[in-house]
């Protein structure tokens, strides 16, 4: 398998614009996960889906960011308006259910996100 | 509720020596612990993880850790650092029911540096 494989790898865009997050999980895996990593606030879980369902979003900053999984093998993370502290690392990770001896999440490549 | 701190926001270590990254957790129930390495402009490779048994685990490029429950302790260590080791490093622990292992809190991290 290729692992998690997220898209773009880097995406500059100006203040107020639409982004879009792309992200295939580990065929097989049921659940995935978005992590955002910044300096002031290191790795913060945003929301996971467990079956392509939402479980929990309590980590979602604000009503600008949405996320979806209309299939097992694709995930969207949107902000929008996008804001200048909205930059950051976004990883996207995926995990079987355990307990059991390979159920640690994998983490995709990470799409860098800069707001000017 | 669970946390991770990490001891040690930077380390430095000659070639040769021994690594000792710390993590101290805090979990209301029986934790799952990794260590996750990060490099540069890259996503979270797993180096090692404690679910249940053996408390001294051994993982990827030399890395071990042990799990300590009485000083709620999961420290990395690596007998030898080699100049390929400098790379940041993140303790996690699982939140919530063990059967969700990819919704973790992570610590905030260590900056390994490798001197020649």
């Known amino acids: 398998d290729a692992g998690v494989i997220q898209s773009p790898r880097h995406e500059v865009t100006e203040m107020g614009q639409e982004v879009t997050l792309r992200c295939k999980p580990i065929?097989?895996?049921?659940?995935l996960f978005w992590y955002r990593q910044t300096m002031m606030r290191g790795l913060e879980l945003l929301i996971y889906f467990n079956n392509n369902v939402p479980i929990d979003d309590s980590g979602m900053p604000e009503d600008r960011f949405s996320a979806k999984m209309p299939n097992a093998s694709f995930s969207t993370l949107k902000i929008q308006p996008s804001e200048p502290r909205d930059s950051a690392v976004y990883f996207c990770?995926?995990?079987?259910?355990?307990?059991?001896?390979?159920?640690?999440?994998?983490f995709g490549q990470g799409t860098r996100l800069t707001v000017v | 509720a669970q946390s991770v701190t990490q001891l040690g926001s930077h380390v430095s270590v000659s070639e040769g020596a021994l690594v000792l990254l710390r993590c101290n957790y805090s979990?209301?129930?029986?934790?799952?612990l990794f260590w996750y390495v990060q490099y540069p402009n890259q996503g979270l490779q797993l180096l090692l993880k404690y679910t249940t048994g053996a408390t001294l685990v051994k993982g990827i490029n030399g890395f071990e850790a042990e799990f300590k429950k009485s000083e709620t302790s999961f420290h990395l260590t690596k007998p030898s650092a080699h100049m390929s080791d400098a790379a940041e490093y993140f303790c996690?622990?699982?939140?919530?029911?063990?059967?969700?292992?990819?919704?973790?809190?992570f610590g905030q991290g260590t900056t390994l540096q490798v001197k020649p």
């Open positions: 990770a995926s995990s079987l259910r355990g307990p059991g001896q390979n159920t640690e999440a994998f």
């Open positions: 979990s209301s129930v029986p934790p799952y």
């Open positions: 065929s097989g895996h049921d659940y």
């Open positions: 996690a622990v699982t939140r919530g029911v063990v059967s969700n292992t990819g919704k973790l809190i």
